[in-house]
């Protein structure tokens, strides 16, 4: 891997990181860093209809619930492919569970004059113990 593709490599997969950490600790500094101001989350809905919330919204959620750190529960995740399109675009497709819930995630990446940031983000899940 030559030196500017292992560089956006490394800038995507901390961008990663930070949502990673973001939702697991309740830090939503740390989320709103990692994902893009227009930002839209799309997901399945229990009757499989598309649900769709933008980034405040979803933070608005994350902020109002119990954190999974707080509730001693230890942090799962692996990311299962980082595809960098060129030096502006990039996608990630990642596993990682939370409290009841194992999810999978598409996440779309573009570098604007801000940096690095998710500008969707496309999710399942399913319940799961532990």
């Known amino acids: 891997m030559d030196v500017s593709l292992q560089q956006t490599s490394d800038e995507v997969g ?3 990181e930070g949502y990673l950490a973001g939702f697991h600790t309740g830090d939503v500094n740390k989320l709103q860093q990692s994902f893009h101001p227009s930002c839209q989350l799309l997901a399945l809905d229990s009757e499989g209809a ?4 933008s980034r405040d919204s979803w933070l608005a959620v994350v902020a109002g619930r ?5 509730m001693g529960y230890i942090r799962k995740h692996e990311i299962l492919a980082i595809d960098i399109a060129n030096s ?3 996608s990630v497709k990642l596993k990682f569970t939370a409290p009841g819930r194992r999810f999978t995630d598409f996440l779309l990446l573009l570098k604007s004059a801000e940096g690095w940031r998710i500008i ?11």
Do not use: D, I, R
């Not at 598309?50 to 919330?53: E, F, G, P, S």
């Not at 119990?66 to 707080?70: A, G, L």
């Open 120 to 130: 969707s983000k496309s999710y399942t899940f399913e319940s799961h113990e532990g």
């Open 50 to 53: 598309v649900t769709t919330l």
């Open 14 to 16: 901390s961008v990663v």
């Open 66 to 70: 119990q954190s999974p750190q707080s």
């Open 88 to 90: 502006k675009m990039a």
